[in-house]
């Protein structure tokens, strides 16, 4: 008998987008499924729509009387699975046919393997395709096997395209609570112990939308951590060998980057002096990096002219960035990687 999957979905008054997603896991080409769907105290026709599709396929409904979070509801479904393999789709998004045929398989031909992710596009409220490829249009390539290392630097991991082995979720015991998004520390405890997949293929689409919770959960203050920031910190503070094996400079100029993408956010939305907060972090953490400086220097500017320097650098960057990629295009042509030292 085929591996069971055990899917996990947290939906909160998610009427507008639910049928969707719901219809794309009836679509599946791998049907040994369950869906653990876990009502968050929906108060709109939410139930009334996933009852009408009971008949499609397996659904284990649990429904909070009241709010209880992210992290708590998805915890609640990961304890009510009983599958082989746990994954997970948002209740705005959905999946292409083949998403669990694919990723199962993976996971199947590589039993060493703790979990699998794949390439997504992102689409408008509207289904709209935005980015048909994300790895492509933001010229991403994904490591296949050790992927600490780049996790860490860059949190690009999908849950919607993610596939767990159950017993490697309940080595984890799950999403850690204290966290209000427990994905990107959950990926990174399981980088730390397993090898983690990717499969090239485009799995899954991802909804970009004004009311999606990743969006309305904002920086309030500059003194508080980003989620991303969060994440990081527990976990170098709770798996010393975590920091034995990515080095100092690895940590120190991720957490310098994470500054400065809240500087950055703080300075367009006219928040000077919480970026410059923000920006003093940054540099203490990577004073080499030239572009902290620049951005501190907008943050003292009219709004006109931080656009000006805006432009300027981004110009002067992109000479940089076209005379590297000229560079790549005649090494690949010629069959020669650069030499140490090449201006790249």
């Not at 953490?285 to 931080?306: D, R």
Request: with cysteine.
């Amino acid at each position: 008998m085929k591996s069971k999957v055990s899917i996990v979905m947290v939906v909160l008054n998610g009427e507008k987008y639910i049928a969707e997603a719901l219809d794309s896991i009836a679509a599946q080409t791998y049907t040994n499924y369950e869906l653990v769907l876990v009502d968050d105290g929906s108060t709109d026709r939410t139930p009334e729509i996933v009852n009408q599709r009971r008949d499609r396929m397996e659904i284990r409904y649990i429904r909070h009387s009241a709010n209880h979070g992210i992290t708590r509801s998805i915890n609640d479904g990961i304890r009510a699975c009983t599958g082989d393999y746990i994954t997970f789709l948002d209740h705005d998004d959905a999946w292409f046919p083949h998403m669990l045929s694919t990723q199962v398989g993976y996971m199947e031909a590589h039993p060493g393997a703790g979990m699998v992710h794949a390439d997504f596009q992102t689409i408008d409220p509207k289904g709209n395709i935005i980015e048909p490829s994300v790895a492509v249009c933001r010229q991403r390539k994904r490591p296949d096997g050790e992927a600490l290392r780049e996790l860490f630097q860059e949190s690009h991991v999908v849950a919607n395209t993610a596939v767990v082995r159950k017993s490697v979720m309940d080595e984890m015991k799950g999403y850690d609570e204290r966290l209000y998004w427990g994905d990107y520390h959950l990926w990174m405890r399981i980088a730390l112990r397993y090898p983690i997949g990717y499969s090239p293929l485009v799995l899954a689409k991802y909804r970009q939308h004004p009311s999606q919770s990743t969006r309305t959960y904002s920086t309030e203050r500059p003194d508080k951590d980003s989620v991303a920031m969060q994440a990081i910190k527990l976990l170098l503070d709770e798996h010393p060998e975590a920091r034995r094996r990515l080095g100092e400079k690895t940590i120190r100029r991720r957490m310098a980057s994470l500054y400065y993408e809240m500087a950055y956010a703080w300075l367009w939305q006219g928040m000077r002096s919480h970026s410059r907060i923000c920006l003093r972090r940054a540099i203490s953490l990577w004073p080499s990096k030239l572009g902290y400086y620049v951005t501190y220097l907008a943050s003292f500017l009219s709004q006109p002219q931080a656009a000006a320097v805006r432009k300027g650098w981004h110009w002067f960057r992109g000479l940089f960035v076209s005379r590297r990629r000229q560079n790549e295009q005649v090494n690949r042509a010629l069959g020669t990687s650069p030499r140490p030292g090449a201006i790249a």
